[in-house]
C-alpha cells in the first residue's frame, strides 16, 4: 500500500498494539549502532534490544520482527512519521525526548565513554577535561552526549554518522576524542582490533552538577501508551526473572548495568 | 474602370482598379465562395493587409501576385485560420470563419466551428510540410481517416487513386524523406486533395523546387484546374503558369488589392503604373 | 573482498533491486510528469503556462535532498499520514526529475517545424491529434538523449534514499561497511555497480534512440566508433552543446 | 500543521552558520570544478593518447557514478589508503571534482565552437602551443560557455546538502542538528528548503538573461 | 620548352611546359628560399598534390591559379606547416620543415624547429582569422611580443606604424567585429607583416569580401609588393592583381604544375590547352 493514515492521538491510549497483532509484525528502528541494535557480519539483524524486542512481542502476539535501519538521529522523527513502531536502538531517556515520544522503562543503565587515541595523550577523562583542553570532539547526530558536552561547557561538538565513523577519525586524527556509550565504545575499538585508539571507560556525566546515570529504553509514539503498558509488563517480567540479562549478556552487558529505575523517573531528571 | 462595373467586365471576370471590391466571377452574393469583407491584419504596427475586400466565386482560379511583403501569404494563412484579422470578416461558402451564431448571438467561433469551416479549404505550402515519420500513404489517408471518419481502406484506396493521378503510384511506402522535393510536392497536392476541399489553397508551390522538377508539379495542377470543379486560390511567381490557369490575377501591394483581371488583360496591358513596373521586373 | 560474507552480499543485492525499482518507478513518475508540464508550458493559455512555469521553477530550484527530507520528515507531520519510505522517494525523485524533463520536452517540441503544426491545421486534425499523430512522433527522438542524461542522474539521484534510511544499495553499503569495519571493499564495489547500472542503461537508450529515428522516417544514426569516449554516452557531445547554449542545468 | 514561528526564530541564527559553510563550500569547489574541468577538457583535446584514454575513462566513471557515494568513499576509504581529509576539505573535492566531470564537457563543447581559423592563425603567427590555448583559444571558449558554467553553479549548489553525510555543518547539517536537539523538524526544513529555492530561482533567472544576452 | 632551359627564359623568370621544375627566379641552390621536392600530399584515396617539385627565388612573387580543388591553399598550408606531407621535402631558405638534423641524425621535426622554420613565413586567411577578443593592436601586437620577445612598447610601435601603412590608424582600440571585412583583412595583412617574414603567404585574400571592399586590400597588397623585399606566394582569382604584381604565375591542374611563366605570357599566349580553358573561363 502506499499511504497510510496516521493513527493519530485519540487520547484512548492507541490502536496500534491491535494492528500489530493483526498483522504478525512489528518494524523496528534501529541505528546501526552495536551493541543496541545493528547488522551482523551474517547481514542478519542483531543487537540487545531487537533480542529484546522478539522476545517480548512473541509474548505480545506479534511474531515477527522486522529491521529498519537508520540514522540515529532519524530514530525520533522515522517513529513519529510512521516509518517504523517502536525504537528499538536502547536510546537514552531524557526529558526532551520524552516531549517527543513515550519510553518503556529503561531497560539498561550505563555511563559514558571516550574513544581516543592509543595513550589518551590529552588525557581526556571527563567532559571537563575536553572542554578545558579545547579537544576536538565528536559524538553522533541526535545522541544525548551532545546536551552532556553543553553542560561541560564544550564548545562545539561535531556529529558523525556512527561509532564506526567516529573510530575511524579518532585513528585518522580528524577528532581527539569520540563520545559514546560505554558498551558501544568498548564493542567497536574490540571489534576492530583497533591499534591506533584505546577506551577511557565509565566517564559520568553531570547535568546541573550532579552526576547522572543514563538508561536507555524502547520508544514509541505519543499516543500508544497502551502497547507501551504491555511491553513494560512483559519487561518487568523478564527484569525479575532474570531472563533479560540472559538475552542482553552475549552483547557485553553486565549485571551492574541491569537497572529498576523506571521511564518516569528518568523523564523527570 | 471603376470597381462597380466590373461584373460586366467579361463573361467570368471582373477587372481593372480595385477602389472598390474585387470580384472574382459572377452570381449572386448567396454563391460566393469566398468573401473578405474590410479584413485589416496588422503584425505589431506593420498593417499588413488594410480594409481589404474581394470575394470568389466557386470554380474560379484566381492569382494574387505583387511584390515581397505584400501579404499574399498573409491572405491564404487567413483563409486556413492558421491567423486571425484584426478587423473585418472573412466568409466562406456563407459562413464567417471566426464568429459563430449562438442563441442567436454573434460569438467568437470555437474549435467546432473552425474545423467545421475548415473542411472546405486544403492548402499546399511552399516547404511541403509532409509529415516525414509517416510513409507516404499514411501522409494522404491520416486525415479523411480521423477527421472525415473514412475507414482505412476505403481512405487507402482513394489515397491510390490520387498517387496514381500525381504519378507516384508506386512510391506510396516510402518516406517522404526519399523523394525528391518535386515528388514531395505532388504528394502534398494530392494529400490536400484527399480532403475533398472546395477550395485549394496554393502558396508558392514550386518556388523551393530545383528547376528542373518545377514543371512536373505545375503540369499536375494545370491539369486539376483543367479536370476538376475546385476553386483555387494561388499564389505563384510563374507568370505563364498564372496565364494558364487563371480566370482572373490580383495584384497586391501595400495591404490593397491594387489591380485585377483577366490575366490576357493583366499581363499584355495592365492599368496601374505600379503593376507594369512589377511584371516587369518578374517576367 | 573477503570480508564482505554471502549474508552481506545479499544485503547489497537487495540494495539493487531496491534502486533499480527506484529507478524504474521514479522515471515512470518523471516522464509523466515531464510531459505534462512541458506540454503545459506551451498551452495555448496564459495560465496553464504560468502554472507550469511555477511548478518548473520552484521544483528545479529545491535541492533533491531537502525535498526528500521534506516529504519524509514535515509532510507527515504536518498532514498526518505518511507515504511509504519507498513511495515518498519515488515521489521526491518523479517531482524534481519530471520538472527536469519538462524542459527536455518543451524544447523538442518547440523544435518540430511550425510548419508541421500548420499542415495539421490545413489537414483540419483536431489539436489532440495533431499533437499526438504529428508532433509527438517527431520530437520523440530528440527527447531520448537528453531523457538518457537525465535517467542517469535520476539513478545517481536514487543514492540520497539511503540518508533517509531507505534501503537501497548505498544504504545496503553503510550497513556492510558498519558489519565489517571496513570500507574500502564495499564502496568500490558499490561504485562499480552504479557504473555498470548507468552503462547498461545508455545502451539501451541507444537502442530506443536507433528505433525511434528509424520510426520517424529517417535512417539509422551512424554507428558510433569504439573508442572509450563514445563507448559510453555517444551523444554527450550534442547535450553539451544544449546544456551550453539553452537553459539546460545539469538535469 | 502546528507551525511555530519561536522555532523559526531560533534556527536562523544556526541557518546563518550554515549559510556561511555552504557558500564556502560552494565557492571552494566551483573553483575546483572550473580548474579540473579545463585540465580534463585540454588533457582531451590535446594530451598525449596515453592521457586520454585514462581521462575519458576516470571522468565517464566520475560522472556515472553517485556523488553520495563518492563523498563517502573519500571520507571512509582514502584514510585506509593513507589520506586523511577533514570533513570540508572532503566535501569540497567531492563536489568539485563530480562537476569537474561535467565542466569538462562545457569546455569542450565551447573548444570545439572555436573556428579552425583561430588555430590556423595562431600557428600561422608561430605562436607556441601553450600560448594558443591561454592567448586565443581559451578565452574565446570560455566566454561562450560562462552560462553554463553558471548554471552548473547552481546545480552545485543545490548538491552542497550532500555534505552533511560527511559531518559539514551547511544549512541542511544545522537544520539536522537543530532539529534532533529540539525536535522542531518540520520549521527547520521548510526554512532550509525555503532558502534554496530563494537562492537558486534568482541565481538561475539571472544566467538565462545572460544567456540570451550572449545569445544576442 | 622544356622546363630544364627555363631559368634561361628571361631575366627574372622561368616559363612554360612544366614537365620537369618549376623554378622561379635565377640564383644557386643555396639562394633558394622556398623548394619542394617531389611532394605528395593525399587525403585519404585523393592525391590532391602528386610528387610536386618546384622552387622560388628572394624577392619574388608568385601566382598559383588553377580550378577550384587543385591543391593551391594545400600548398600554402603545407608551407605553414598546417599540413604534413606524405612524401617529399619541403625546403625554407635551406631548413627542411618536417626534419631535422640532430646528433648528424635525420630526425622528424620537433615543435621547436618547426617554430623556428615557421618564423620565415607569414600568412593571410580568406577568412581573415583575427582573434576576436583581442583588440585590432593587441591583434598585431601579441605574436612579436610572445614569439620574438619584443616588448610591449616596442611592439605597439611598430604596429601602429603598419596600421598606418594599412590605413588604419585610428582603429588601433577597436574589436575585429566592429570593422568591415575590408578593413578586417588589412589589420590581418598588418599583422601577417608584423613578425617581419620572408615569405608571406596570401590565399585568396578578397574572395570573402563585398566587391566594393577588393580594391583596397589589394592596393594595399601592391603598395607590399612594390616597396618590400618580401617574396609573395599569393593565391588569387583577380587576374588583374596578379598581371600587376607576379613575377611568375604558376597554373596547377591534379596536383601538378601544368605551365608556369611570366604574366603577360600566361594570360596572353598560354601554351597550353588547359590554361587556355581556365583563363577563359575565369577573365
Ligand atoms: N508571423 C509574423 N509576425 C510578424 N510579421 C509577419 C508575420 N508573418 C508575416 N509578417 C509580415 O507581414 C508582411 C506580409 O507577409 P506575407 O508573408 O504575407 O508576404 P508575401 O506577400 O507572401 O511575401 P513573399 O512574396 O515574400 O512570400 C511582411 O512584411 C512580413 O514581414
Ligand atoms: N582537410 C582535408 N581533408 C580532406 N580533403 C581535403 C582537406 N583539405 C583539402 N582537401 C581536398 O584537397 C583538394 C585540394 O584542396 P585545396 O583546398 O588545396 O584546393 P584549392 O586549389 O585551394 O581549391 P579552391 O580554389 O576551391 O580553394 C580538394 O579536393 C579538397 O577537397
Ligand atoms: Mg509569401
Ligand atoms: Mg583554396
Not at chain 2, 490557369?245 to 499584355?268: L, N, Q, W, Y
Request: net charge neutral; hydrophobic share 45%.
Amino acid at each position: 500500500g502506499c499511504a497510510r493514515v496516521a493513527t493519530g492521538n485519540d487520547g484512548d491510549g492507541g490502536r496500534l498494539l491491535e494492528q500489530l497483532r493483526a498483522t504478525g509484525t512489528v518494524r523496528l528502528g534501529l541505528a546501526g549502532e552495536q551493541p543496541y541494535g545493528y547488522i551482523g557480519k551474517d547481514g542478519r539483524m542483531t543487537g540487545s534490544a531487537p533480542a529484546v524486542a522478539r522476545r517480548i512481542f512473541k509474548e505480545l502476539g506479534v511474531p515477527d520482527v522486522q529491521p529498519f535501519p537508520t540514522e540515529f538521529g532519524s530514530l525520533i522523527a522515522g517513529l513519529n512519521s510512521l516509518q517504523f513502531d517502536v525504537v528499538a536502538a536502547g536510546m537514552y531517556i531524557n526529558p526532551t525526548r520524552c516531549e517527543q515520544v513515550v519510553f518503556a522503562d529503561p531497560e539498561y543503565q550505563m555511563l559514558d565513554a571516550f574513544i581516543v587515541a592509543r595513550g589518551n595523550p590529552k588525557e581526556l577523562r571527563t567532559y571537563r577535561d575536553i572542554a578545558e583542553s579545547g579537544a576536538r570532539m565528536a559524538t553522533g547526530i541526535g545522541y544525548a552526549q551532545i546536551e552532556y558536552a553543553r553542560e561541560a561547557g564544550v564548545g562545539k561538538v561535531t556529529t558523525l554518522p556512527d561509532q564506526l565513523a567516529g573510530l575511524l577519525a579518532v585513528e585518522q586524527g580528524r577528532i581527539d576524542v569520540f563520545v559514546g556509550t560505554a558498551v558501544t565504545a568498548r564493542n567497536v575499538v574490540r571489534e576492530t582490533e583497533s591499534t591506533r585508539a584505546e577506551v577511557i571507560d565509565e566517564v559520568t556525566p553531570h547535568v546541573d552538577g550532579k552526576p547522572v546515570v543514563s538508561a536507555g529504553g524502547f520508544a514509541f509514539r505519543t499516543p500508544e501508551t497502551t502497547l507501551r503498558d504491555a511491553f513494560n509488563r512483559e519487561l518487568r517480567k523478564l527484569k525479575k526473572s532474570g531472563e533479560l540479562l540472559e538475552i542482553m549478556r552475549p552483547f557485553g552487558f553486565t549485571a551492574d548495568q541491569m537497572t529498576d529505575l523506571t521511564a518516569e523517573e528518568k523523564c523527570r531528571s | 474602370m471603376p470597381a462597380d462595373t466590373a461584373n460586366a467586365y467579361t463573361d467570368t471576370d471582373a477587372g481593372g482598379r480595385a477602389q472598390g471590391r474585387a470580384t472574382v466571377g459572377t452570381g449572386t452574393t448567396a454563391d460566393e465562395l469566398i468573401r473578405f469583407d474590410r479584413v485589416t491584419k496588422r503584425f505589431g504596427s506593420n498593417t499588413v493587409l488594410d480594409s481589404l475586400d474581394f470575394r470568389v466565386f466557386p470554380k474560379k482560379h484566381v492569382t494574387l501576385i505583387g511584390p515581397s511583403g505584400s501579404g499574399k501569404t498573409t491572405i491564404l494563412r487567413l483563409l486556413m485560420t492558421l491567423l486571425k484579422p484584426d478587423e473585418g470578416t472573412i466568409t466562406v461558402d456563407g459562413t464567417p470563419l471566426s464568429h459563430e451564431e449562438r442563441n442567436g448571438k454573434l460569438v467568437p467561433a470555437g474549435e467546432k466551428h473552425v474545423r467545421e469551416v475548415r473542411k472546405n479549404m486544403g492548402m499546399v505550402f511552399q516547404q511541403f510540410n509532409l509529415f516525414p515519420h509517416m510513409s507516404v500513404l499514411r501522409n494522404i489517408t491520416e486525415a479523411p481517416v480521423q477527421v472525415l471518419g473514412m475507414s482505412r481502406d476505403e481512405a487507402a484506396e482513394r489515397a491510390l487513386e490520387l498517387l496514381d493521378m500525381v504519378g507516384l503510384k508506386d512510391r506510396s511506402d516510402t518516406y517522404p524523406g526519399r523523394l525528391s522535393g518535386g515528388q514531395q510536392q505532388r504528394v502534398a497536392i494530392a494529400r490536400a486533395l484527399a480532403m475533398r476541399p472546395k477550395v485549394l489553397l496554393l502558396d508558392e508551390v514550386t518556388s523551393a523546387l530545383d528547376p528542373e522538377l518545377v514543371a512536373g508539379v505545375l503540369d499536375l495542377l494545370r491539369d486539376i484546374a483543367r479536370t476538376t470543379d475546385i476553386t483555387m486560390l494561388c499564389v505563384t511567381h510563374e507568370m505563364s503558369f498564372a496565364r494558364d490557369i487563371s480566370d482572373c490575377v490580383m495584384m497586391f501591394d501595400e495591404g490593397k488589392v491594387i489591380e485585377f483581371g483577366h490575366p490576357e488583360k493583366m499581363f499584355g496591358d495592365p492599368e496601374q503604373e505600379r503593376t507594369r513596373e512589377f511584371l516587369s521586373a518578374v517576367l | 573482498m573477503s570480508e564482505i560474507t554471502p549474508g552481506l552480499w545479499e544485503i547489497l543485492l537487495d540494495g539493487v533491486w531496491i534502486t533499480l525499482q527506484l529507478t524504474f518507478l521514479s522515471a515512470a513518475l518523471a516522464a509523466a510528469v515531464a510531459f505534462v508540464t512541458g506540454l503545459a508550458r506551451l498551452n495555448r493559455l496564459r495560465i496553464v503556462r504560468f502554472a507550469a512555469g511555477v511548478y518548473f521553477e520552484v521544483f528545479r530550484g529545491t535541492s533533491a535532498l531537502i525535498l526528500m527530507f521534506w516529504l519524509f520528515f514535515v509532510l507527515p507531520l504536518g498532514l498526518g499520514w505518511q507515504l511509504e519510505p519507498m513511495w515518498a522517494a519515488v515521489l521526491a525523485l518523479g517531482l524534481s526529475y519530471g520538472a527536469y524533463g519538462s524542459e527536455v520536452v518543451r524544447g523538442a517540441v518547440a523544435a518540430v517545424p511550425r510548419g508541421q503544426h500548420e499542415a495539421g491545421v490545413a489537414l483540419n486534425l483536431p489539436p489532440g491529434q495533431r499533437l499526438w499523430r504529428i508532433v509527438l512522433p517527431q520530437a520523440w527522438p530528440e527527447m531520448i538523449p537528453p531523457f538518457n542524461n537525465l535517467l542517469i542522474e535520476l539513478l545517481k539521484g536514487t543514492a540520497l534514499v539511503s540518508v533517509m534510511g531507505v534501503s537501497d544499495l548505498a544504504f545496503g553499503a553503510a550497513l556492510v561497511r558498519n558489519a565489517t569495519g571496513q570500507s574500502a571493499p564495499v564502496y568500490t564495489v558499490i561504485l562499480l555497480v552504479y557504473f555498470v547500472i548507468a552503462f547498461a542503461m545508455t545502451r539501451g537508450m541507444r537502442v530506443l534512440e536507433r528505433r525511434a529515428r528509424a520510426g520517424a522516417g529517417e535512417g539509422p544514426p551512424r554507428r558510433a566508433a569504439l573508442s572509450p569516449r563514445r563507448l559510453f554516452a555517444p551523444r554527450r557531445r550534442a547535450a553539451a552543446a544544449a546544456a551550453a547554449s539553452s537553459g539546460g542545468e545539469r538535469r | 500543521m502546528n507551525w511555530d514561528w519561536s522555532a523559526v526564530d531560533a534556527f536562523l541564527p544556526r541557518l546563518a552558520d550554515g549559510l556561511l559553510v555552504t557558500a564556502q563550500a560552494l565557492a571552494l569547489s566551483a573553483l575546483l570544478a572550473f580548474g579540473l574541468g579545463l585540465v580534463w577538457a585540454v588533457a582531451q583535446r590535446s594530451g598525449p593518447a596515453l592521457v586520454r584514454g585514462p581521462v575519458a575513462v576516470f571522468t565517464e566513471f566520475i560522472r556515472n557514478t553517485p556523488l553520495l557515494v563518492q563523498l563517502f568513499f573519500l571520507y571512509y576509504v582514502l584514510p585506509e589508503w593513507g589520506l586523511t581529509l577533514s570533513a570540508m576539505v572532503t566535501g569540497v573535492v567531492g563536489l568539485g571534482l563530480h562537476y569537474s566531470t561535467y565542466t569538462a564537457e562545457v569546455y569542450r563543447a565551447g573548444i570545439e565552437g572555436v573556428p579552425r581559423g583561430q588555430w590556423e592563425a595562431a600557428t600561422a603567427l608561430s605562436l607556441s602551443r601553450g600560448r594558443t590555448w591561454g592567448v586565443v583559444i581559451l578565452p574565446q571558449a570560455i566566454r561562450r560557455v560562462a552560462p553554463a558554467l553558471g548554471n552548473y553553479v547552481i546545480a552545485m549548489l543545490k548538491d552542497t546538502p550532500m555534505l552533511f553525510v560527511v559531518g559539514v555543518m551547511e544549512m541542511l547539517g544545522e537544520a539536522r542538528q537543530f532539529s534532533s536537539e529540539t525536535f522542531l523538524t518540520v520549521e527547520a526544513v521548510t526554512v532550509v528548503g525555503i532558502a534554496f529555492i530563494l537562492l537558486s530561482c534568482p541565481a538561475s533567472f539571472l544566467m538565462r538573461t545572460l544567456e540570451r544576452r550572449l545569445a544576442r
